[in-house]
């Protein structure tokens, strides 16, 4: 059974510092990663996705996260934090195979403070 | 236009009661799901539809009811309600059932059982 973890339970950062948000997972076969970000009293919202090819995946907001077979890692990053960055950030993994589910972890929660 | 909205925003009742939630998707998408949401933020799954046929049905107590009368609608009933069904509960869609998909969700339900 696939899983993924979230070590950081929050992650707090400074603006315009760097910021990255972990993930790990453990899946047999191969993985599509995704990460969402929830804003309060909001629906998830798709920030990126990893399939296949570059290690390095760009995605909304500035977001990028860059995949690790060997680690089994898709941590999240951007370059400079946005203060309208604070948000919950769920990363999901999903089983290449058709049928599997996403799975979800349990979310970091980031604060950007002025 | 909201692109995946579900009704209502808030559903406050007692134990006991039946209610339904309804979920209603303006974007094409042939799937749709049905997460729940913990007072811990962690999110899992309970059903997906494709094409108005259940093609995910997780381990949730026979008391869950989804109905799909068309491939843009995913409506969840309960029955017999208890306290730990408290959560929130959000319907998404993605354009089909494959694994790499993207998911849109909508803003979720509040279901508060006294």
């Known amino acids: 059974a696939q899983s993924v973890a979230q070590p950081e339970d929050q992650v707090n950062v400074a603006e315009g510092n760097p910021l990255t948000v972990k993930c790990t997972y453990s899946v047999s076969g191969n993985p599509y990663l995704f990460w969402y970000v929830q804003y309060p009293n909001r629906g998830l919202q798709f920030l990126l996705k990893y399939i296949t090819g570059d290690n390095l995946v760009k995605g909304s907001y500035g977001f990028e996260a860059e995949f690790n077979k060997s680690q089994t890692s898709f941590h999240l990053k951007k370059p400079s934090a946005l203060v309208s960055d604070s948000a919950l950030y769920f990363c999901a993994v999903r089983p290449m195979e058709y049928g599997n589910k996403l799975v979800f972890g349990a979310g970091t929660i980031l604060r950007v403070k002025s | 236009d909201t692109a995946v909205s579900q009704t209502p925003k808030y559903l406050v009742t007692q134990m006991g009661n039946d209610k339904s939630i309804k979920c209603e998707q303006n974007?094409?998408?042939?799937?749709m799901y049905w997460y729940k949401q913990d007072s811990k933020k962690f999110l899992k799954i309970m059903f997906s539809?494709?094409?108005?046929?259940?093609?995910i049905n997780e381990t949730v107590p026979n008391r869950f009811s989804p109905k799909s009368p068309d491939k843009a609608h995913l409506n969840l009933h309960i029955n017999s309600l208890e306290l730990g069904d408290s959560a929130v509960y959000f319907c998404a869609s993605s354009q089909g059932p494959q694994p790499n998909e993207k998911l849109f969700f909508g803003s979720g339900t509040q279901l508060s059982v006294l």
């Open positions: 539809y494709n094409n108005k046929e259940l093609i």
């Open positions: 974007l094409g998408h042939d799937t």
